[in-house]
């Protein structure tokens, strides 16, 4: 194991319908991984800053080390990728560059939240149907994303949803459950780690997810014992990980060389007995018959937090991390909050959740300095307050290596853009509309004729990738990890370019009143000439003004051999010159 990588062992849960961590096959990809090697050590592009300032009870502004604005359009072009899902316009650029970061914080700080359940409501009765579906639930994700002006919200609720998964792969995760656990994660997502790791752990879908819900104390006579999934996952993907780490990430090693594991099987045991004893939250827990409740289409049960039953609470002691041990007799909300406490107190925290949130937004290979400066801003935030997301996510987006020039990025800077980000990118920068408002993006996990990656429909709880994932070849001798590239291979890189390219082709996704439309109005207006101004264009629309020479040179043959005669021929070389930025690694690759 190196050092300053954390690999995972899977654990497949007892039960919950889905098993080990999302499989890749190294021989068949192994291929597609050397070309992929090669295009995310040459094609990544990077980003001046520091941790971050501020505490969200005052107000925020730029510290010495934090860099005022963008260095240049560019570094704003990228910045609005990292932050959110690209520039939109020149003018988002030009406003950025103008107004500086402090303004674009404080602007999405007081950003109106995208309320996922409101959606399901207001589809519910556009369409006249008792209850909202699961395809509304994965609509709104959309929704957020394409319509909300919380942008930097939704990417950092898109990134805790994969830390803090749940997926309707279990299946059968109610419309409700899903939409409100996403509310949930964008109340949080400019909040207190802690707070949001008691609204996970009590929230149904995770109950019902990691098979929490219903956990009740061990029967002997029965031969019952605690459900262990949720205690083994809040420690090994929601917090601490499997070994122990340093400040910077980096693996704590024993006299023999050996990690330093962060816990053992007598720890997953006592977090088990402590989490014990909760149900639905909507259920009257005086009754032992009401803990064990079947009827769970009922909507309201799926948006409030579960609740506890004393009865079914295993009241022992309890051995934690660390040797620290829970007295007996306490009662199931005491034992939670102390167990949730003692996970949150833990030092792993802040670098391991630290380094994912960096992978999610920034590089798939953050610097060690880049950890620590990341985790000590977790462990306080300036006024004494520890894991404070709001100035965590400021502080991931502002450092120096987010914000370098090319010739002072570290080496392997970069990350490969998620699909479904890149289809939301794309969305966004053609002002895709639908004369509903609403939309009918659905499933895109096929391989073959979409993504292979669909919000909501993760293949278990270690996510569609896992942080650590190392491709064959080229990535995996230098020691860089590429988690995107765990559902990169051949069919899905041909599967995408068949979506993007149909997407182009027929201007736009879905069907109906609902179907999104490209406005492409803007850059048929730019395609004349020798189409130097197109290409500039989806320069600062699909790569952040990053564009290499063989990109550009190949869509300016492209576009010579393609008349500029007439609108329909313009257009024409619109359509052509979209499919071929979309799979350019100058866009896939962040």
Not at 379 to 388: L, T
Request: hydrophobic fraction near 40%; proline fraction near 6%.
């Amino acid at each position: 194991m190196d050092d300053d990588l954390q690999e995972r062992t899977p654990h497949a849960p007892a039960t919950g319908g889905y098993d080990g961590v999302a499989g890749t096959d190294a021989g068949s990809r192994a291929p597609m991984a050397a070309v992929a090697a090669t295009v995310l050590l040459v094609a990544c592009g990077g980003g001046s800053g520091s941790a971050g300032s501020g505490s969200p009870d005052e107000p925020e502004g730029a510290t010495p080390n934090e860099p005022a604005a963008p260095s240049s359009a560019r570094d704003a072009a990228r910045f609005l990728s990292q932050a959110g899902f690209g520039p939109g316009s020149p003018e988002d650029v030009q406003a950025l560059q103008r107004d500086g970061y402090d303004a674009w914080f404080r602007g999405q700080w007081e950003a109106p939240v995208f309320g996922h359940l409101a959606y399901l409501e207001q589809e519910r009765s556009r369409e006249g149907k008792n209850r909202p579906t699961d395809e509304m639930s994965y609509e709104a994700v959309w929704q957020q994303w394409l319509q909300g002006s919380d942008v930097l919200r939704s990417r950092v609720s898109w990134a805790l949803l994969q830390i803090f998964v749940i997926s309707n792969i279990a299946p059968d995760l109610r419309p409700h459950a899903m939409s409100s656990y996403l509310d949930m994660l964008n109340r949080h997502a400019f909040g207190n780690y802690r707070e949001l790791l008691q609204d996970v752990t009590l929230h149904p879908a995770m109950g019902y997810y990691l098979n929490m819900l219903e956990s009740e104390k061990e029967d002997a006579a029965k031969g019952t014992h605690p459900n262990e999934n949720y205690a083994r996952e809040v420690l090994q993907l929601f917090s601490i990980g499997l070994v122990r780490l340093n400040p910077d990430g980096s693996t704590q090693l024993d006299a023999a060389g050996r990690p330093v594991p962060t816990y053992d099987e007598a720890v997953v045991k006592g977090y088990a007995r402590a989490f014990t004893g909760w149900s639905y939250g909507g259920l009257d827990n005086t009754q032992a018959k009401t803990f064990h409740h079947h009827d769970d289409n009922v909507e309201g049960y799926w948006s409030q937090p579960m609740k506890a039953w004393p009865m079914f609470h295993d009241t022992g002691a309890k051995t934690l991390l660390d040797g620290r041990v829970l007295p007996a007799g306490q009662t199931p909300e005491r034992d939670l909050a102390d167990a949730l406490d003692s996970i949150f107190a833990h030092p792993n925290v802040g670098p391991f959740i630290g380094r994912q949130l960096i992978q999610r937004l920034v590089t798939s290979n953050p610097s060690r300095a880049y950890v620590q400066r990341v985790a000590a801003v977790f462990a306080d935030n300036g006024h004494g307050v520890r894991g404070d997301l709001r100035t965590v996510v400021r502080a991931i987006l502002l450092d120096p290596e987010a914000r370098a020039e090319p010739a002072q990025r570290v080496a392997g800077f970069g990350k490969q853009r998620e699909p479904v980000l890149r289809f939301a990118q794309m969305l966004r920068a053609l002002r895709a509309h639908s004369s509903s408002g609403g939309n009918r993006i659905h499933y895109l996990d096929s391989s073959d004729d979409a993504l292979g990656q669909s919000p909501l429909l993760a293949p278990s709880v270690f996510n569609f990738y896992s942080p650590f994932y190392r491709p064959p070849g080229a990535l995996a001798a230098a020691g860089l990890v590429a988690p995107e590239f765990q559902i990169t291979n051949e069919t899905t890189v041909v599967g995408s370019l068949n979506f993007f390219a149909q997407l182009v082709r027929k201007g736009g996704y879905g069907w109906g009143d609902h179907k999104l439309l490209l406005d492409l109005e803007p850059l048929v207006a730019l395609a004349d000439g020798d189409g130097a101004r197109l290409i500039d264009r989806l320069d600062l629309l699909l790569c952040d003004l990053q564009m290499g020479a063989s990109t550009r040179g190949r869509l300016a043959a492209m576009l010579a051999a393609m008349p500029a005669t007439s609108t329909d021929k313009r257009l024409q070389r619109v359509r052509a010159a979209l499919v071929l930025v979309a799979i350019s690694p100058d866009h896939v690759m962040q």
